[in-house]
T-cell receptor, first 113, second 113 residues
Framework: GESVGLHLPTLSVQEGDNSIINCAYS??????FIWYKQESGKGPQFIID?????DKRQGQRVTVLLNKTVKHLSLQIAATQPGDSAVYFC????????????FGKGTLLTVNP | NAGVTQTPKFQVLKTGQSMTLQCAQD?????MSWYRQDPGMGLRLIHY???????DQGEVPNGYNVSRSTTEDFPLRLLSAAPSQTSVYFC????????????FGSGTRLTVV
């Protein structure tokens, strides 16, 4: 089965609100995590990553939180905009594998104006 | 830089036909991978390469062949197309080593009738 999964398959928010997208992973050996954004008809686009020796990393309007104790990853988007509407995937890089990324099924984020 | 370029963008095949999906990257990345994306299934790894002349199977390799004669190119061959291979195919590349995410192409939407 999937080693990376999402709690919520869909999320609908109002423009200007903050969004939180969650992800659970099961491989405790994973040491690198990535969030991707995929707009309709396009390939996944890198948003932000985090290594397992960190518990928080911030980018422009996005923050990723990593809780290794419960094997949970979240993506926070501040002041969500209509352009943020997309499917968001978390991916993990299992320890011992340089090439492999395991993807979750994705969460569809819809931003209502 | 163009990044990862995939051709064609769309293709319709008849059952039993063969074809090659092209992928090229201009970032001098060592690692390249092919994923397929199906509704509700997320991204699944078909084949990957860690350098010119080196390829290996991913999670769902049956019915596909790859080769890597140069760093830049990583074509995916469908040997005898089946309706189960109807999917969106993504090529991706990344530098060698740990702690890097993949850069994805824009995808090839393949329909097998």
């Amino acid at each position: 089965g999937e080693s990376v999964g999402l709690h919520l398959p869909t999320l609908s928010v109002q423009e200007g609100d903050n969004s939180i997208i969650n992800c659970a992973y099961s491989n405790s050996a994973s040491d690198y995590f990535i969030w991707y954004k995929q707009e309709s008809g396009k390939g996944p686009q890198f948003i932000i990553d985090i290594r397992s020796n960190m518990d928080k990393r911030q980018g422009q309007r996005v923050t990723v939180l990593l809780n290794k104790t419960v094997k949970h990853l979240s993506l926070q988007i501040a002041a969500t905009q209509p352009g943020d509407s997309a499917v968001y995937f978390c991916a993990e890089n299992p320890g011992g594998s340089n090439y492999k990324l395991t993807f979750g099924k994705g969460t569809l984020l819809t931003v209502n104006p | 830089n163009a990044g990862v370029t995939q051709t064609p963008k769309f293709q319709v095949l008849k059952t039993g036909q063969s074809m090659t999906l092209q992928c090229a990257q201009d970032m001098n990345h060592e690692y390249m991978s092919w994923y397929r994306q199906d509704p509700g299934m997320g991204l699944r790894l078909i084949h990957y390469s860690v350098g010119a002349g080196i390829t290996d199977q991913g999670e769902v390799p049956n019915g596909y062949n790859v080769s890597r004669s140069t760093t830049e190119d990583f074509p995916l061959r469908l040997l005898s197309a089946a309706p189960s291979q109807t999917s969106v195919y993504f090529c991706a590349s990344r530098p060698a080593g740990r702690g890097y995410g993949y850069t994805f192409g824009s995808g090839t939407r393949l329909t097998v009738v």
